[in-house]
């Protein structure tokens, strides 16, 4: 009897173990055909980085601390080609969580993005390098654009401010050996926008390079982003930006050769102590001409020009 017993409890055990077996393959199998996009991907925890000068197309960039960093201009957003690859920290990159590549500020920072064209704020963590398009400021990932509003369109003008003391709390964290995932986002509920209709190329590649495949969307993980709305005009107008001087006669001479190219002011800004005077070259009312307008201005002889937004 006592054997019968042995015998039916060893048969059941298998039985588990098998069905266990079992589960285990079809979860694997089922994770493997899931659309790369719908993948879960593996994080790795990201390290506290600065880095050295480095050039892209040419142009250096110097990273640095900087907690009064502000500016505008055009943001583009990434997401297919770099999905589960490592950023320039060390993290794994997910496009379906809330990060960006900025050119030079420390990772991992927080910062502010702001929709001029529609007023949708975002709160999100530098992970990444780029973007390497000179006409672009931030590289989004596809769910921080998604939020923005601005994914189907594929760019849109922005303001990029710094979050100063979130920024150093995250990098304390990260020098600490700590995970940084979410350490800077908010607790309040998300507030979305339609997410229909296709990807669009993003401006992060190479010149000349076909655009990414169209991505099939799957539903978002849990998060808890929220999306804020600021008074904006809706009707920002876009500028390149030649050249900012402490000498005023500079930015005329500056202001007379590309007076040819399109209409060109200078115009006046205090920063700290400091008068500046600012060669703007505009407006244009869209990010495409923009882009025209800033290559128009670089093959002047200007190299270091760039797009801004009105703010």
Sequence with gaps: MVASRTVLSLAVAVLALSACAETKLAIHTAKRILPPDEEDVQKTPG???IGKPYPVQGVWYYPAVDYDYRETGIASW???DFHGKVTANGETFNMNEISAAHRTLPLPSVVRVVNLRNGRSLEVRLNDRGPFARNRIIDLS???AQLLGFEKNGTAPVRVEILADE???????AQGGASTQ???VPTTPVSVVSLDGPAVPRDRRPEGAPPPRPVAKGPPPAENAVVRVVPVSGARDIYVQA??????YLAERMQWKLSSVAATRVVPAQVGNQRFYRVRVGPVNTVEAGDALLNSVIAHGYPDARIVVED
């Design 182 to 184: 979410l350490a800077a």
């Design 78 to 80: 990434y997401g297919p």
């Design 243 to 248: 050249g900012s001087f402490v000498q005023p």
């Design 142 to 144: 596809r769910r921080a």
């Design 167 to 173: 920024s150093r709390r995250i990098a304390a964290l």
């Design 47 to 49: 390290v506290y980085k």
